[in-house]
């Protein structure tokens, strides 16, 4: 056999490999929490890095019935409020965002709560068409074998809401002291108020422009009927 030959089927077998293994992941992440993510990682991969002295990462995995369904309305009021109707992927806001790129715009993202959860959970924060490639993957992958609310448990698990901290478990109690199931809608839009940027936007020191923020999402909750 020719050493084109050899490369081809090593190819075939590499993307084999690749599809089958991402089945099984995905598939056993339907029922059993995620031990960590990409982006935990990334996290101490950063850390080191730069040379910072070893910090663990904050979180605390909890099942949807631990969690307070005002989190589950807030995220979905300020991240994705197509969540139930869209299969993965919000066409309109990413024709939206590209139109308005062509227009000289700012590229802003159109991430829906699955491409996030794709996203944080197996994949680097770089970006790139190979990572976003994946991205879609992954999400078609999620879309297909989770429902809703496992997509919502897992993101509200994994998400980043401050410095080493991961997972609305963790983030109840260090700003509020108490667990993510007693969250009331205030908290827990103050949560997702800051999920764009959990580093900047500090839950602990909410500035103006959060408390906006908030009043929005909990506006968008009550006419979202929660």
């Known amino acids: 056999m020719s050493l084109p030959q050899l490369c081809k089927r090593g190819l075939v077998y590499a993307l084999l490999f690749?599809?089958?293994?991402?089945?099984?992941?995905?598939?056993?992440?339907?029922?059993?929490?995620?031990?960590?993510s990409a982006f935990m990682l990334h996290q101490h991969v950063d850390d080191l890095a730069e040379g910072r002295s070893y910090k663990g990462i904050?979180?605390?995995?909890?099942?949807?019935?631990?969690?307070?369904?005002?989190?589950?309305s807030?995220?979905?009021?300020s991240e994705d409020q197509l969540f139930y109707q869209h299969n993965g992927f919000d066409v309109d806001a990413i024709a939206k965002a590209f139109n308005q790129y062509l227009r000289g715009g700012?590229?802003?993202?159109?991430?829906?709560?699955?491409?996030?959860?794709?996203?944080?959970?197996?994949?680097?924060?770089?970006?790139?068409?190979?990572?976003?490639?994946?991205?879609?993957?992954?999400?078609?992958?999620?879309?297909?074998?989770?429902?809703?609310?496992?997509?919502?448990?897992m993101y509200l698990n994994i998400a980043e809401f401050g410095d080493h901290l991961?997972?609305?478990?963790?983030?109840?109690?260090?700003?509020?002291?108490?667990?993510?199931?007693?969250?009331?809608?205030n908290q827990a839009a103050l949560l997702a108020a800051t999920l764009p940027n959990p580093i900047l936007l500090k839950a602990d020191q909410p500035s103006a422009y959060l408390h906006k923020r908030q009043s929005w999402i909990l506006g968008q909750m009550r006419a979202l009927g929660n």
């Open 106 to 153: 700012k590229l802003r993202g159109a991430s829906t709560i699955s491409q996030q959860v794709a996203k944080n959970l197996f994949l680097s924060p770089a970006k790139n068409f190979g990572r976003k490639a994946l991205e879609i993957w992954f999400t078609l992958l999620i879309e297909a074998v989770w429902d809703k609310q496992r997509i919502l448990e």
């Open 74 to 77: 807030a995220v979905v009021a």
């Open 18 to 36: 690749f599809v089958l293994s991402s089945l099984v992941l995905v598939g056993v992440l339907r029922y059993l929490p995620a031990p960590t």
């Open 58 to 72: 904050d979180q605390r995995w909890v099942s949807h019935r631990r969690i307070s369904p005002h989190a589950f």
């Open 166 to 185: 991961f997972g609305i478990e963790a983030a109840s109690r260090r700003y509020f002291g108490i667990p993510a199931q007693q969250l009331s809608p």
